[in-house]
């Protein structure tokens, strides 16, 4: 593949993209993705209670980190991104255990020219993506992205849904593991309550975390290449931050099962201040823990410290006590 793309104007229906390196992930992982992010995941960051609550003889990855590497492992589809649209449909198969090595297959599902921005054709490409553990698939989703032409807009017109609608709880229940919860706190929050993380947070480190992940969008690295003229922040790092901020307002979180999407509706920028608000939309009763519907937005603050428009819609569902 053209080292300067692909551009949208390589792209053909059913395009199965050339891979990204697989990558073998350590609890050094684990250790940059908290320094990264601040994420307090009980089961990732403390293996003997990983083990008394799963009856693993090994440590877990951070589900979050895994859905990070596994966008990175798309992104040589993204190189001339645009923008990140959304996530749809996401679901987190299994849990994957440290030293397990991780492969991600993406394909082209659909191409749909959008409208030049001045003399900058552009086009939507929406993508299926697979992601590989060793024992067989550990997540599936599809995101669409924005991508710069090279040379015209060549008349794709699929039909690409759009954000996806939220599945019912019922549904998602073969995702949840068979763990113990007693060794997690549990939190009293009711459907429908809304409530703000006092701890704003600040976006630093941002082409660390595109780097690991072998995120390999343009604007990530190149001020230049970025229509803001400056570096654009990867849209998964404020969702990192995101799932951080759940740790600590839902101590007891065991895992992520699925995400209804991630909505990036605003740009980032190294060094922003963000605000996140956590409301909880749908449980359902499980596995003696609960399954838990969240939506969260992530806005940000100003040097004056008024909250400004939301960047960031994500709507998890987590498995908790």
């Not at 449909?89 to 749909?112: F, H, K, M, W």
């Not at 749908?282 to 003696?288: C, H, K």
Request: glycine fraction near 10%; hydrophobic fraction near 35%.
């Amino acid at each position: 593949m053209d080292n300067d793309g692909p551009y949208y104007d390589d792209f053909e229906l059913g395009m199965i993209i050339p891979p990204l390196p697989a990558v073998t992930l350590t609890e050094a992982d684990n250790v940059a993705y908290r320094m990264i992010t601040g994420d307090q995941h009980f089961a990732s960051a403390d293996r003997n209670g990983y083990e008394q609550v799963s009856g693993s003889g090994t440590g877990l990855i951070n589900p979050g980190l895994v859905m990070q590497f596994a966008i990175g492992q798309t992104t040589n589809a993204t190189r001339k991104a645009i923008a990140n649209l959304y996530y749809r449909s996401v679901r987190i198969l299994a849990p994957v255990q440290v030293g397990e090595t991780i492969r991600t297959t993406t394909t082209v599902l659909g191409l749909s020219d959008a409208k030049p921005k001045g003399d900058q054709h552009r086009g939507k490409v929406w993508l299926g993506i697979e992601t590989s553990g060793d024992q067989g698939p550990v997540v599936q989703y599809e995101r669409c992205a924005l991508v710069a032409s090279r040379s015209g807009s060549p008349g794709h017109s699929s039909d690409i849904p759009g954000p996806s609608d939220p599945a019912p709880l019922s549904e998602l229940l073969s995702l949840v593991p068979d763990w113990n919860l007693k060794r997690f706190d549990a939190t009293e929050w009711a459907p429908g309550e809304v409530r703000k993380d006092a701890m704003r947070d600040h976006v630093d480190l941002a082409p660390s975390l595109a780097r690991m992940t072998f995120n390999q969008a343009f604007v990530h690295r190149d001020h230049s290449a970025s229509i803001y003229g400056k570096r654009l922040v990867y849209g998964g790092h404020v969702q990192g931050l995101a799932q951080s901020s759940l740790t600590r307002m839902l101590p007891g979180l065991a895992t992520v099962v699925a995400w209804d999407g991630c909505d990036h509706v605003g740009p980032a920028f190294e060094g922003d201040l963000i605000e996140f608000t956590h409301e909880l939309k749908d449980e359902l009763a499980v596995n003696g823990g609960r399954l838990l519907r969240f939506e969260i937005r992530g806005a940000t603050v100003d040097s004056e410290g008024n909250t400004g428009d939301d960047i960031l819609v994500w709507t998890p569902i987590v498995f908790a006590p």
